[in-house]
């Protein structure tokens, strides 16, 4: 259940500043509400979530400050953890990222926002669970928890026809085993993703 909660999060089912019930989310994931509590204070203790003192739950909104701390924290832990999994990635972690690269092309071809929110996350995060670090994994998580529901926000108002990635740089880095083109290539892909986010996005919300 947590994992749904999660993955709702991450694909933007969630709406910045919009709040829901305890209750209605329970009903929407088909369990009861103490189990959701639970899991919604964790997601809180991790910045994901806020909770109101009516009880309500929401996505905390989005600001400029809060925007520009995460890239800062996603450029510092990012190409980090990408270069401390290459060694453990191989023939076949570069072929999966193929498959999700191909399918996430395939997603914005037709549209699809919330799976290329999906495929996205998981190209990266196929890079980087092979690194097993105990911190920097768990705090990454914790920031995509905190932009994804923004990001699709955004990607609703303005579009996603203009996003370029360096998914296909980072495939050749770890055929190569170029720490240090992985490194930037990981770097570019959230500079370039962040920046669209940052330059179209908040105007977009916050008009």
């Known amino acids: 259940m947590e994992q749904a909660v999660r993955t709702a999060l991450l694909t933007g089912r969630f709406i910045p500043g919009k709040a829901v019930t305890l209750r209605g989310l329970a009903k929407d994931l088909g369990v009861s509400p103490m189990p959701v509590r639970e899991v919604i204070q964790r ?35 990012e190409p980090e953890l990408a270069e401390m999994a290459l060694p453990k990635l191989g023939k076949t972690e570069a072929s999966r990222l193929k498959e999700l690269d191909d399918a996430l092309d395939a997603s914005l071809g037709s549209g699809d926002t919330e799976g290329y929110m999906f495929l996205n996350h998981a190209f990266h995060f196929e890079i980087y669970k092979a690194a097993r670090s105990q911190i ?16 699709r926000t955004v990607y609703g108002r303005v579009g996603t026809s203009s996003l370029v990635d360096w998914h296909k740089e980072a495939i050749k880095a770890v055929h190569d085993r170029d720490a240090g083109a992985l490194r930037g290539a990981i770097a570019a892909d959230i500079t370039e993703g962040m920046g669209m986010l940052g330059r179209r996005g908040l105007e977009a919300i916050n008009p």
């Open 136 to 151: 920097l994994l768990p705090l990454t998580e914790s920031l995509w928890l905190q932009f994804a529901p923004y990001m």
């Open 43 to 77: 997601l809180a203790a991790e910045n994901a979530l806020e909770i109101r003192l009516n009880g309500r739950v929401q996505v905390p909104e989005m600001t400029a400050p809060r925007f520009s701390e995460i890239l800062k924290a996603r450029l510092l832990l």
